[in-house]
């Protein structure tokens, strides 16, 4: 079982760059690849990266690609979304998660968050 509490959201305007945690409970925490979603206002939750039990893989969404880069701690069970120059339509609750595995669907997690809001003005 792993709990997960995210933090470091907030509002700020496009071009910023903001920095989301997520702290585990866990002693499983070293195994498990991390991942963030997010869910804008109105459309479904979406995959925006992930990152393996060692952090030596990552894989991100095309729309946050080159921009969002995701790293972990495995001593401080931590892991952590750096977002850099921020759109508009990054504007959404962000949602850690853990022990993702890759479907025909997609990436699929066993564990969640419960969100933190980052909002980005124009």
């Known amino acids: 079982q792993v709990q997960l509490v995210e933090s470091g959201g907030g509002s700020v305007q496009a071009g910023d760059s903001l920095r989301l945690s997520c702290a585990a409970s866990?002693?499983?925490?070293?195994?498990?690849?991390m991942g963030w979603f997010r869910q804008a206002p109105g459309k479904d939750r979406e995959f925006v990266g992930r990152?393996?039990?060692?952090?030596?893989?990552?894989d991100y969404a095309d729309s946050v690609k080159d921009r969002f880069t995701i790293s972990r701690d495995n001593a401080k069970n931590t892991v952590y979304l750096h977002m850099n120059r921020l759109k508009p339509e990054d504007t959404a609750v962000y949602y850690c998660?853990?022990?993702?595995?890759?479907?025909?669907?997609?990436?699929?997690?066993?564990?969640w968050g419960q969100g933190t809001q980052v909002t980005v003005s124009s």
């Open positions: 998660a853990a022990n993702l595995i890759k479907y025909v669907s997609g990436w699929t997690p066993s564990y």
């Open positions: 990152i393996n039990w060692i952090g030596s893989s990552t």
């Open positions: 866990g002693r499983a925490f070293g195994s498990y690849s």
